[in-house]
């Protein structure tokens, strides 16, 4: 029993390592930049009936291949298939050039899918490596970043980047009553979740810089 807890041990060592490991881009003043990329990738309408039979037939047709690669991907992970998930969108991503547009976009819907399968560590993994091939300062990152955080207990690194959202945009992240137009694709406890983050900022916002 005593080897059993000190591998345990060890195991919760290593992933509470690994989550600080992953360090994060230095923070900037705003992040006003759109990013394309950063979208839901649908090949075809997700709420129609056969939509997983034309996803089929447009990657055997090398119609918007990579794209229905990308949504099945999604629609496996969603279906708590994780391994046939991260086995799709890795063909997806080996199918574009690596710094391209596609392959942020790629990244991050994979990392939506990680965070909503429970793994937040992944998840900020995968946005993070989105942002190594983005122009400019993406307004999606302080926010989403945030979440990620505050997930894996990171709280203070957490509002920090969210103090970042409010710095870019003050009339739209100070307070939580239009977090539903802002986040239209979050999930309600996600945005429940970006609301404790509000205040935690609202309670003691950090100065900059």
């Not at 596609?102 to 993994?125: M, P, T």
């Not at 990620?148 to 709280?155: I, T």
């Not at 980047?161 to 009553?177: H, I, Q």
Request: glycine share 6%.
């Amino acid at each position: 029993m005593r080897r059993v807890a000190a591998g345990t041990a060890l195991l919760v060592g290593l992933a509470v390592s690994n989550v600080q490991a992953q360090s994060l881009p230095k923070l900037v003043e705003f992040y006003f930049d759109e990013d394309a990329a950063a979208k839901p990738i649908q090949a075809v309408p997700p709420e129609q009936a056969d939509a997983v039979d034309q996803l089929m037939k447009l990657r055997e047709r090398g119609r918007k291949g990579v794209e229905a690669t990308a949504q099945l991907a999604s629609i496996a992970y969603g279906e708590g298939r994780d391994e046939l998930g991260a086995k799709l969108y890795q063909e997806a991503l080996a199918s574009v050039v690596d710094t391209s547009a596609q392959a942020r976009g790629i990244r991050w819907n994979q990392g939506w899918d990680l965070y909503r399968r429970g793994d937040a560590e992944g998840a900020l993994g995968m946005w993070l490596k989105a942002t190594e091939s983005v122009r400019g300062n993406p307004s999606w990152m302080p926010q989403t970043l945030a979440l990620a955080l505050w997930k894996l207990g990171r709280k203070d690194e957490a509002v920090s980047w969210f103090a970042a959202a409010v710095r870019t945009e003050p009339d739209l992240w100070r307070d939580t009553s239009r977090f539903a137009q802002l986040l239209p694709t979050w999930k309600d406890d996600e945005r429940a979740q970006l609301a404790e983050v509000q205040q935690a900022w609202l309670a003691n916002p950090p100065a900059w810089p």
